[in-house]
């Protein structure tokens, strides 16, 4: 099942700044959303690296970025230190937005089969509606620059 097309289910999160993000404060903004399992462990840094790499190409032509994982707060502020990550974490922690957003569910890890957290990335049109949805991102350190591809049209 895929999300393109249809209306951006709503959230409302606590982002690593401090502040309650929902889906509404980004009406008429560019949103990209990107799901991972776990703060500090190497294909999540270099999938955050890379949208930090990206960061300000993406905030010039007005996109915004947004992390989301289970992790809390403070490991989420750990994480934006150790790498100088510039766009908020959202913390998840019952991963009621990673299932709204089908970031959640049945994957394969080490070669078992396990639930958690689907590295997975969806960009919401400035209408709220899905334009782009990578369900399953497999190499996590090339994806950032696959996202840019695609916004840069």
């Not at 690593?16 to 009406?27: E, P, R, V």
């Not at 190497?42 to 970025?65: H, I, M, Q, W």
């Not at 590295?119 to 334009?131: A, E, F, N």
Request: proline share 5%.
């Amino acid at each position: 099942m895929s999300l393109e097309g249809k209306n951006a289910p709503d959230f409302s999160l606590e982002g690593s700044d401090g502040k309650l993000h929902t889906l509404k404060q980004y009406a008429g903004k560019t949103v990209v959303i990107y799901f991972y399992p776990k703060d500090n462990t190497p294909g999540c840094t270099k999938e955050a690296c890379g949208f930090r790499d990206n960061y300000k190409e993406l905030t010039d032509s007005g996109v915004t970025v947004l992390g989301v994982s289970k992790d809390s707060i403070a490991a989420h502020g750990k994480f934006i230190t150790n790498y100088t990550l510039p766009f908020v974490l959202l913390s998840d922690p019952d991963s009621s937005m990673m299932q709204a957003y089908e970031a959640f569910g049945e994957k394969v890890m080490c070669g078992k089969k396990t639930i958690g957290t689907i590295r997975s990335t969806v960009i919401v049109g400035p209408d709220g509606i899905v334009k782009k949805q990578w369900a399953k991102v497999a190499k996590a350190e090339q994806h950032p620059d696959q996202v840019l591809a695609y916004l840069r049209g």
